[in-house]
């Protein structure tokens, strides 16, 4: 069993393989945290807890002074209950903030866990356990479970509470965080991912916690390009391979907060959920507000062990089993081939064109209803001028020609100029006489059950009938004034993120194909959305030398197999050009594909892109189940490596790429990871044979490898040839 608990010392120790977390009933009931780490004995770890005595301190004991909830670690936090650091809970009832002291009723133990109703969660698996711990005030008005599901082999526990109303009044919830995690001392780095549109999570912030709080958030009513969910605190000294990491993420996908705060005490406490600015939720009699689950994990082996526990998880217990592990489409996508003006006769041209270089998939992208961003959102109605056999008829030709069919969507959107929205003017997310607009689009009201099933309906019928393998979910606007001409404003924002996650299941109910979700490019890449779907559009920018920034910063969250990836032009949000060598080398980091025109190019190009298809394929193996190793940051602004290694370790690819061509050949001497010491393994560029505890110590040159331009990138593969 993953979970004990000591009947005598009234300690639950949670342990996964490598990793322990505890906590005890301790006086009065109070949930106590104990420790949060590398795995433990279960000891009676009490002795930790801050037992000294503080001026101004409040005591439940008239008494003794021993026992003050603002020093010890705590499981849960409520506002104006004695605890002076930031609260995980904010509720009155009736309007009243006092008795709201949370003790332990009761707690039960179980094999699997529970769905969170409306909500993603990391899903159950045959190790799967559950610790549910039920707390209530002293006259038994709130309730407050919390749900500890372990996973023992990836080293994570998922975290996730409910609150409820047990008593006959009103209450109203102001703040409901999904986890509190309390650490004695402040000796920790903060590291979140930082971003912008064209340049999403490309920022990898780390900075020494200090006194006070530190926030990572998002107020757009998405998870956002400029900020993630992913947020880590590691040691000072942790670095890729050493040090200890404590990772943390949020299966949701709209506005977000977590706090890390630094109390007087210079005790750490993080507290991560849904965003509380503006956030007012009522609860009467019998009712219950669910949180989105957080995840945490925990490693010794520096930010690549931390990730590698994410990467599994995820792979394993969060992205649909159905398509977690199969090879994903190469697809050949029609927008940076054409933008709006897309018509079925340039379809079916880049349906040739798919065959030419490998791809199989041919995505319709925004355009088949409309040829610009000004109408149509909402309305689904295919531009027949363009496409005159409609979207039945082109699946059919495409699919004739052996290849698949997806399409793109904007479910959430709706134009100003559009009938739908001269129909219900009521039915956007805002209830003001001008909305604020952006993109020509407002947001559709779905915290309206009516309008979750219109648009659901709307696209079931424009849809039916057609041969499709792929749906691709864009959203292209922040909320603005989110309101609601039915819904309380306080329950806008998050009724909305429920709303959308019904509109989702409805879909792909209807639509059992692989869903890829996107916005404005990686504006919502989070656990969330990869629950609905096993891959996301990382960013629309697509110049291989600023991808690689994105696309690092989105693997210390994310594993490579949901990172979207396209060999495009390359230059069209930068300008700059690059060999096509590198735009491959970069793009089959992640799930690979096609986004150009390529009729403009020869044949014996479209042969070198063929043999790129080929090779992704060869080794998708790695990005779908392996393991990956960066060796180099891009910070470095001169280099970038990394390195996958499949789980036997019988198989390992290296990346080189230069990021600034200086012409100067520098000696570097690289230190392979990840390779089981005792193999030896054969480098498939040079023949050579050299074991594994050569290569991850003494390294391997990089010079003007194999006959190749350094510039242009290096790929090598290592195959294991005896134990
Ligand atoms: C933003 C996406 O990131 C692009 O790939 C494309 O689908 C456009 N939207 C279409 O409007």
């Avoid at 045959?126 to 749900?147: P, Q, W």
């Avoid at 006489?433 to 689009?441: A, D, E, F, G, H």
């Avoid at 590198?582 to 986004?595: H, I, K, L, P, T």
């Amino acid at each position: 069993m993953a979970i004990h608990f000591n009947e005598q010392t009234k300690i639950f120790h949670i342990t996964t393989e490598k990793t322990s977390y505890a906590f005890c009933i301790a006086e009065h009931g109070v949930l106590e945290h104990l420790y949060y780490g590398k795995r433990i004995a279960g000891d009676d770890l009490k002795y930790i807890g801050n037992r000294q005595i503080y001026a101004f301190h409040a005591h439940e004991s008239r008494d003794s002074r021993k026992f003050s909830a603002a020093s010890v670690g705590l499981e849960v936090s409520v506002f104006n209950s004695g605890d002076f650091r930031t609260p995980s809970l904010v509720y009155d009832y009736e309007g009243n903030l006092d008795c709201n002291r949370l003790r332990y009723r009761s707690h039960q133990i179980y094999k699997g866990r529970k769905p969170i109703e409306g909500l993603p969660y990391s899903r159950e698996n045959a190790e799967t356990e559950t610790l549910e711990v039920v707390l209530s005030d002293d006259e038994n008005k709130v309730e407050l479970t919390l749900f500890y599901v372990v996973y023992p082999s990836e080293d994570v526990i998922a975290r996730s509470q409910v609150i409820k109303n047990t008593g006959d009044g009103v209450m109203t919830v102001q703040k409901a965080a999904s986890m509190s995690l309390d650490f004695y001392g402040m000796e920790f780095d903060t590291i979140t991912l930082e971003g912008m549109y064209l340049y999403e999570r490309a920022q990898i912030s780390r900075a020494p916690l200090k006194r006070g709080v530190f926030q990572n958030n998002s107020l757009t009513g998405i998870s956002s390009h400029n900020r993630n969910p992913f947020i880590a605190l590691c040691a000072h000294n942790t670095d890729e391979d050493i040090g200890e990491a404590y990772g943390f993420n949020l299966l949701y996908s709209s506005n977000f907060s977590e706090e890390v705060s630094v109390s007087n005490l210079g005790d750490t406490r993080l507290i991560m959920g849904l965003d509380h600015t503006g956030f007012c939720w009522t609860l009467r009699a019998g009712e219950s507000l669910a949180s989105p689950e957080a995840v945490m994990t925990y490693s010794d082996q520096g930010l690549g062990g931390m990730s590698r526990n994410f990467h599994d998880h995820i792979r394993r217990n969060i992205i649909e089993r159905e398509y977690a592990f199969i090879p994903r489409p190469i697809v050949i996508n029609s927008w940076e081939a054409s933008y709006f003006s897309v018509t079925e006769e340039l379809m079916l041209s880049l349906a040739k064109q798919a065959l030419d270089c490998g791809a199989d998939t041919v995505v319709l992208d925004d355009g088949w209803f409309r040829a610009s961003t000004k109408t149509g959102l909402g309305d689904w109605r295919t531009d027949k001028q363009r496409f005159p056999a409609g979207l039945k008829g082109l699946s059919e030709k495409i699919h004739g020609m052996g290849l698949k069919f997806g399409i793109w969507i904007e479910p959430e959107m709706v134009n100003a100029d559009s009938a739908l929205y001269r129909t219900h003017p009521d039915w956007v997310l805002s209830t003001s006489k001008q909305p604020l607009i952006s993109r020509c689009q407002y947001i559709l009201d779905l915290t309206r059950e009516e309008v979750v099933n219109y648009i659901a309906d709307r696209i079931t019928e424009e849809l039916q009938g057609v041969q499709l393998e792929y749906i691709k979910w864009d959203f292209n606007r922040y909320a603005t004034e989110a309101g609601s001409f039915v819904t309380p404003q306080g329950e806008v924002y998050h009724r909305q993120m429920l709303g959308t996650y019904k509109l989702l299941s409805i879909l792909k109910t209807r639509f059992p194909v692989l869903f890829e979700t996107c916005s404005g490019g990686g504006g919502r890449f989070d656990l969330g959305m990869l629950y609905y779907s096993p891959q996301i559009w990382t960013s629309d920018n697509t110049d291989p030398y600023a991808r690689v920034y994105i696309q690092y910063g989105t693997s210390l969250a994310y594993p490579t197999s949901c990172i979207s990836c396209h060999f495009t032009k390359g230059e069209c949000t930068s300008g700059r050009k690059s060999s096509y060598e590198f735009r491959y080398r970069v793009a089959e980091f992640g799930s690979y594909g096609y986004e150009l025109d390529l009729s403009e190019f020869s044949a014996e190009e479209k042969a070198v892109f063929k043999g790129y298809s080929e090779e992704y394929r060869k080794d998708e193996d790695l990005n779908l189940n392996g393991d990956l190793y960066r060796l180099i940051s891009p910070e470095s602004d001169k280099f970038c490596a990394y390195m996958k290694v499949s789980k036997d370790k019988n198989k390992a690819k290296l990346t080189f790429l230069e990021l600034n061509a200086t012409g100067l050949y520098e000696t570097i001497v690289l230190r392979l990871r990840g390779l089981d010491p005792n193999t030896a393994y054969k480098n498939e560029a040079t023949g050579e044979i050299l074991h594994g505890s050569t290569l991850m110590n003494a390294g391997i040159r990089i010079g003007d490898l194999f006959g190749k331009k350094r510039s242009d990138g290096y790929a090598v593969t290592f195959t294991a040839v005896e134990k």
